[in-house]
């Protein structure tokens, strides 16, 4: 059981070039999330998908786009890499009802802009 | 605008004692409160969890406390071990899909 998968785990960009950063679960769970974490800011939200076909900004969604693919695959794509976007990404799936349940993570994509 | 805040950025602890976290939160609207552990080059895994409905919530090792009133969580770990060291983050969530967390607090257990 793989749980969340992240790939890239390492990836280092110049300064407007443009990537995408691919997780899939195989949960079967409805809701996946894209974090990023920054030292002394814990992690905050880009964007989120409740369902197959819908997403929406979380805190932090400027200079991002996603795409739910399917039920099982959430991309996050860097149009145009700026060194403020140097941070440590996580992917993370639930299952979300009245009370949301704990979310599972995949390792994280350490990306380095330069 | 932090809605979530975890105060003590780190902790330090002596093995068979008690670590106290403290997390603390703004926004009236959250109902739900989880906690999180992380390990270097790890993605965060959820360790346990309350619901605004109750006061307490115990598992093993590890109770969750929540104070509605003064907008205030901690997690008690009884008795730390080594194997405890790690970052703690906690978070917040009203129900939707949008889960707020703290920036986290790293606790170390010495022998």
């Known amino acids: 059981n793989a749980g969340v998968t992240q790939t890239p785990k390492f990836q280092v960009l110049k300064t407007g070039q443009s990537m995408t950063l691919q997780c899939a679960q195989d949960?079967?769970?409805?809701?996946m999330y894209w974090y990023r974490q920054d030292p002394g800011m814990g992690l905050r939200l880009i964007y989120y998908?409740?369902?197959?076909?819908?997403?929406d900004k979380g805190e932090v969604p400027n200079g991002y786009n996603v795409s739910r693919l399917n039920k099982r695959e959430f991309s996050l794509r860097l149009e145009s890499a700026a060194p403020s976007q140097t941070s440590v990404y996580f992917c993370?799936?639930?299952?979300?009802?009245?009370?949301?349940?704990?979310?599972?993570f995949g390792q994280g994509t350490r990306l380095t802009v330069v | 605008d932090q809605q979530v805040k975890q105060n003590s950025p780190s902790l330090s602890v002596q093995e068979g004692r008690i670590s106290i976290l403290n997390c603390d939160y703004t926004?009236?609207?959250?109902?739900?409160f989880l906690w999180y552990k992380k390990y270097p080059a790890e993605g965060p895994t959820f360790l346990i969890s309350?619901?605004?409905?109750?006061d307490k919530n115990e598992d093993g090792r590890f109770t969750v406390f929540l104070n509605k009133s003064a907008k205030h969580l901690s997690l008690h770990i009884v008795p730390s071990q080594p194997g405890d060291s790690a970052v703690y983050f906690c978070?917040?969530?009203?129900?939707?899909?949008?889960?707020?967390f703290g920036a986290g607090t790293r606790l170390t257990v010495k022998p």
């Open positions: 949960m079967n769970h409805n809701s």
């Open positions: 978070a917040a969530s009203d129900g939707n899909n949008d889960m707020r």
């Open positions: 309350i619901s605004s409905i109750k």
């Open positions: 993370a799936s639930s299952v979300v009802g009245r009370l949301q349940t704990e979310a599972f």
């Open positions: 926004n009236s609207m959250f109902d739900y």
């Open positions: 998908s409740a369902s197959e076909g819908t997403t």
